[in-house]
T-cell receptor, first 108, second 122 residues
Framework: DIQMTQSPSSLSASVGDRVTIICRAS??????LNWYQQKPGKAPKLLIY???SLQSGVPSRFSGSGSGTDFTLTISSLQPEDFATYYC??????????FGQGTKLEIQ | QLQLQESGPRLVKPSETLSLTCTVS??????????WGWIRQPPGKGLEWIGY???????YYNPSLKSRVTISVDTSKNQVSLKLSSVTAADTAVYYC??????????????WSQGTLVTVSS
């Protein structure tokens, strides 16, 4: 299986901060990388697909970048509704499609 | 707006078969550019991809679960189903019904159900 490792596992930040979450793949996955946001008790929500494409309806303060093995999710100016857990997922051809362990973003 | 809603027993005994059905509304399950599948999340833990199916019948499963999983589709009812046999406490999780979108060889999960907690316990 392709292993996805996110860092940090948890992060404290304040409203208005710029935040970056890193996701590393255990092998080259090109741009086959998606990002999801999950709030407590809710289903995950797609934010970014194909490494850098913003899902319709997602605020432009979210952005994704990277290719190969190293990827980032950036929130340019944190809003109160952004405090959640974030997951990366690889959808490269080798099954299964694995997720990172999650990054919990908390209010400082 | 597409909606996915699971149904099925919330409590399953060890060694028995977990069965869930997902009813899709607001769109057709008979779409060439989508797969329909399941993802689960044990309480307090991360996400695990289980597998998916195309309405024409092609299925793909997580190799770690393949011997116990069956995903099927009923286009007449716009439903996708999951069966997981020989369950243990480790299969206790929130199960999500999902839609995978495809474009130019890439894929992602663009719709999720609300999720249902299935507990394996005697």
């Amino acid at each position: 299986d392709i292993q996805m490792t996110q860092s940090p596992s948890s992060l404290s930040a304040s409203v208005g901060d710029r935040v970056t979450i890193i996701c590393r793949a255990s092998q080259n996955i090109g741009s086959y990388l998606n990002w999801y946001q999950q709030k407590p008790g809710k289903a995950p929500k797609l934010l970014i697909y194909v490494a850098s494409s913003l899902q319709s309806g997602v605020p432009s303060r979210f952005s994704g970048s990277g290719s190969g093995t190293d990827f980032t999710l950036t929130i340019s100016s944190l809003q109160p509704e952004d405090f959640a857990t974030y997951y990366c997922q690889q959808s490269y051809s080798t099954l299964p499609y694995t997720f990172g362990q999650g990054t919990k973003l908390e209010i400082q | 707006q597409l909606q996915l809603q699971e149904s099925g027993p919330r409590l399953v005994k060890p060694s028995e078969t977990l069965s869930l059905t997902c009813t899709v509304s607001g769109g057709s399950i008979s779409s060439s550019s989508h797969y329909w599948g399941w993802i689960r999340q044990p309480p307090g833990k991360g996400l695990e991809w289980i597998g998916y199916i195309h309405y024409r019948g092609s299925t793909y499963y997580n190799p770690s679960l393949k011997s116990r999983v069956t995903i099927s589709v009923d286009t007449s009812k716009n439903q996708v189903s999951l069966k997981l046999s020989s369950v243990t406490a480790a299969d206790t999780a929130v199960y999500y019904c999902v839609r995978h979108a495809f474009s130019n060889g890439y894929e992602w999960v663009d719709y999720w159900s609300q999720g249902t907690l299935v507990t394996v316990s005697s």
